[in-house]
């Protein structure tokens, strides 16, 4: 087995854990995994399945994570919640990049200081996003032909039995109990909408609607500061995707929305829809994937020391071309 530092993913046997590491291995076959969770038997399935991997118990209680002293690795990937911060401290410990994606925009705080506090040490990739960051790269891959943008607006559509494993579940029943509230950008302010004003009927490629909210979610501050767009939305509605609803399996639609004017100043507005009709999972672990495999330089250039979003470190035609490859689709609306 390869005798370089291994890419360390917490909560490696879980959906978005084990799926990133498929793709990674298929991408890089030499790449080394170790794939990390409670229950070792279920992680030692997965290390075999994938080759060049091992599999190891942690406990996110203890700040060296349970794991040996000599142990050296690549990089630090969350794909759970990492509650107490100890990935991310043990990542700073040892001078590691660190991937999130489950802290959101509610619980960002204190990820965001702690990173702060040792900025110099090692870059953080925050992907606490909407398919980390796969909806925010597919809106800035369909911006690349407007010279301004006025207005970015999503509308996700989230089959209800497609939230993820347990620990996806848990993200969105955390999130949910702290606010109703909504968060836009609204002529350049971001602006907190109260839970009667957030609620918004979200359009499906086939012409239903889904009752959906808006979402404070952190698409909102990268998409209007990547854009510069003064009226920026994220809306997300759950319930029976059109996939499921034909017949087939649960699907994700995400209704990407921009206005504003071509290199002429002349008026331009592009509407189209991401979608894959394997529902988010596939899209999820691409997204963690593409922020891995930047991260560990295995594309482009060194990443600095410092907290980075998606859009600031991968490309979005990049993104949109792997988006393809994976199966999903642009449809335009």
Do not use: C, K
Request: aromatic fraction near 4%; glycine fraction near 10%; charge should be negative.
């Amino acid at each position: 087995m390869s005798t370089a530092p291994s890419v360390l993913i917490l909560g490696g046997s879980g959906q978005a854990g084990s799926d990133t590491a498929a793709l990674l291995r298929r991408w890089h076959p030499t790449l080394p995994l170790t794939i990390a969770g409670r229950d070792l038997d279920r992680a030692q399935r997965v290390a075999d399945d994938l080759g060049t991997a091992t599999a190891v118990t942690i406990d996110l209680r203890r700040r060296d994570l349970g794991l040996p002293t000599d142990a050296t690795f690549a990089a630090v990937v969350a794909t759970l919640w990492d509650d107490r911060l100890n990935g991310l401290g043990y990542a700073q410990e040892h001078g590691l990049p660190y991937l999130s994606i489950s802290s959101g925009l509610l619980d960002i705080g204190p990820e965001v200081v702690t990173g702060a506090r040792r900025a110099s040490v090692a870059p953080i990739l925050v992907a606490s996003h909407l398919l980390a960051g796969l909806a925010t790269l597919a809106a800035l891959a369909a911006a690349r032909e407007f010279d301004r943008i006025d207005s970015v607006r999503l509308g996700a559509i989230l089959d209800e039995t497609d939230t993820g494993g347990p620990a996806g579940i848990a993200d969105l029943e955390r999130w949910s109990a702290v606010t109703a509230a909504g968060l836009v950008r609204r002529d350049g302010v971001f602006t907190w909408l109260a839970a009667e004003d957030a609620q918004v009927d979200v359009p499906a490629v086939d012409g239903s609607r889904l009752a959906g909210q808006s979402v404070p979610v952190l698409d909102v501050p990268s998409l209007a500061l990547a854009t510069g767009a003064p009226d920026v939305r994220v809306d997300l509605a759950v319930g029976e995707s059109p996939g499921r609803r034909r017949g087939d399996a649960a699907s994700i639609e995400i209704r990407i929305e921009l206005d504003g004017a071509d290199a002429t100043g002349s008026p331009l507005r592009r509407h189209r829809y991401l979608v894959h009709p394997a529902g988010q999972r596939p899209l999820t672990a691409l997204g963690i994937a593409l922020g891995v495999e930047r991260l560990i330089g295995l594309r482009g250039d060194p990443v600095a020391p410092g907290t980075h979003t998606p859009e600031a470190l991968i490309d979005p035609g990049y993104a949109a071309r792997r988006m393809t490859e994976v199966g999903a689709v642009f449809v335009d609306a």
